[in-house]
């Protein structure tokens, strides 16, 4: 008998919280190359909480994608940020609703314990900050895989 492989594992969507930096990396890993349009981004202020519907590279399933031969995938998840008490962002044009970013990573800035800043980073020089009470991040995948339209994984240079 072999051990277990994680390209062995079921389909199951991702439904993962974060709390603290550690788990932030994680969901930040797994975000990594999302896009998403201007219009899907959404701050409801009486709620405490800033959402986001990705499409997301699925990283975790990319290795057994290539050895096997095939098709890389993307999946909609839905990234949310609760306990927020503000929201801002730098580089992004709010009036032009056409605008499609992408979400290079994730990150926390620690403030006066428990409170802090979720910073999400995106290609072209773009951010959101996110000033939150408590670290409180979910993401959950909302539909079936689908092939990623490219056919490959997201290339980075160096």
Partial sequence: MSDARFEDGGEAPL???????????????????AVFPITEVAWQKT???????????????AGAAESRGRDF?????VL?????????SDGIDQQDRDQV????SISW????????RVLLTLAGDGAIAVD????????RDVTRPYRAPSGQAPRHED
Avoid: H
């Fill in 15 to 33: 439904r993962l919280a974060a709390f603290d930096d550690e788990d932030i990396a994680v969901i930040s890993a797994l975000v990594q190359d």
């Fill in 47 to 61: 709620e405490r909480r800033f959402a986001i519907l990705l499409n997301r590279f699925r990283w975790e399933d």
């Fill in 73 to 77: 995938e993307r999946v909609q998840s």
């Fill in 109 to 116: 800035i620690d403030g006066d314990t428990p409170s802090g």
């Fill in 80 to 88: 949310t940020i609760e306990n927020v008490r503000n929201v801002q």
């Fill in 132 to 139: 939150v009470e408590a670290a409180e991040l979910m993401l």
């Fill in 101 to 104: 970013m992408s979400l290079l």
